[in-house]
């Protein structure tokens, strides 16, 4: 009975039509033709085909089916792939998006594909294996940005990817220093993940402590049955991978980061010190200098993010002082409630003369995909100092300069608008609470967990800075006032101009600082304000 029962299973898994079981492959198209599109997705299918290709793969090891459908669109998915990065090309470009299908290919060739594109799909995800590694955050969460953020497998994913790279770098290259790194970027992640356990043991399936029940931050396609799943799988991917690699000999696993491990065996996202841009269809910029990391979208899709500086990461430091993720310009259907009108990263806004009302802030958060692109200079690059600009080009003619220098301690970021302004302000989302407790409308179901209940304290000081304090740790945004100001503090003018503003990480109030006119001489043309986040 055992035996005929296999084979039965035999027989169905052989008699399987993957055109008939998926919805995409070459012949039925699932991804709406849009501009996007048109521009950026060479062969017009999303990462949906490459899941059910690497299905095909195993299909073919097993000998139930030919390698053909999974050749066919291997070759018709390459087009997919950034030449120079070997980062994948989703609809709008969002990071999950990018890694998700990178890890089944890689998968693939761990279970030793060896077909037609193996070369190029090898080069490619190496290529994109080692950006993911300069991407990821010092705490080891992976970068934000677009649909399917901040979820928990985004931080699982990267473990696939960095275990099974570890293991090809000693296989393929002998060089167990680069493994060394990849391993310590997996340790990194799973680090990540450990502050988001519910007490029944699963995850909060998004990096916010908002009973599951209410979706705060879920997409459409989010639950908290599958997306669990997804991550708990990956993770045991990871592990199937590292256990098989046990030749390594690898000595990464120590939780003490970089000064206290040998340089080699630090993930580049404790040590840094670099910047670079990725191309438009994924419209990011990352620096590090010495563990202090910088994520800023250039041209964001409104319904998930804003344009500007995103993201503040310190090693050691709790990522959601941060801040951790911006507030999106405009709602999406999957979370109504999730925006802020004109958005909110950490940049500039300004009122331009003539305007009807003083209070009327245009914000660079609000140009969003499509009404602005950005340019990347980079300056000087140490090991103690970053100097770079960022160019956004907006409405025609119209730029804004952001002069970046950054020191494993402190951002300094001076705008400098090539128009004329009536006023400039600088916005900074401040976390508040990862749950609902910030809010009189609700209280979080999970009492057992006490950093579901647990709030920021959030202070405008007298030196008219504003102070961020959460989890032994601290972020102190300030405005700089231009040395010709009267008296520095009272030049500057630091107010809460909202609060309980929804985002995928719970609850922000949004800050907003200025120059007072009447406290300097000269009409102002530039603004500088610091980040400085630390441990208490």
Known sequence: ????????????????????????????????????????????????????????????????????????????????????????????????????????????????????HAEALGTLLERSAWLSLLMQSPTGESPVGGRSSMHQWNDAQQCVTFEIFAHRMVREYGDHEAAAMFRRGARLAVGALHDWVRPSGEFYIVKNRVDPSLRHGFEEYSFHSQYNLLAASMLATAYDVANSSQSLSLSSSSSSPHPAQKLSLCAPAEVGSFVFQLPDSHHKIFANCGGLYLEIDTGAESKYDSTGLVRVHKLGVSPLVGPTASIPASSSSSSPSLSYDGGASVGIGWVLP???????????????????????????????????????????????????????????????PSFPVKRLVCRFPAFESSSLSSSSSSSNSNSSDAKASSRSRIIITKENACQVEYDGSVQVFAIIPPSSSSSSSSAVDMRIVSEHVPFRGGYASIIQGEIQQDHHDEKLTTLTYTLRPSKI
């Open 354 to 416: 003539g305007a009807g009302r003083p209070d009327d802030v245009i914000t660079l958060s609000q140009f969003g995909e499509g009404s602005c692109t950005a340019t990347l200079k980079v300056g000087h690059v140490a090991e103690k100092l970053l100097k770079f600009e960022v160019i956004y080009k907006i409405e025609g003619d119209k730029s804004i300069t952001e002069r970046y220098d950054v020191t494993p301690d402190l951002v300094t970021v001076t705008a400098v």
């Open 1 to 116: 009975q055992h035996v005929h029962v296999v084979s039965r299973w035999d027989d169905f898994l052989r008699s399987m039509d993957p055109v008939k079981c998926y919805q995409s492959h070459l012949h039925n198209d699932p991804t709406t033709e849009t501009e996007w599109t048109k521009k950026y997705s060479a062969a017009k299918m999303n990462n949906w085909n490459i899941v059910n290709v690497a299905g095909e793969y195993l299909r073919h090891l097993e000998g139930f089916c030919s390698i053909g459908y999974v050749e066919e669109h291997l070759a018709a998915q390459l087009p997919n792939f950034t030449e120079n990065e070997g980062l994948y090309i989703d609809p709008h470009g969002p990071m999950p998006y990018d890694h998700f299908p990178r890890i089944f290919l890689a998968t693939m060739l761990h279970r030793d594909y060896k077909g037609k």
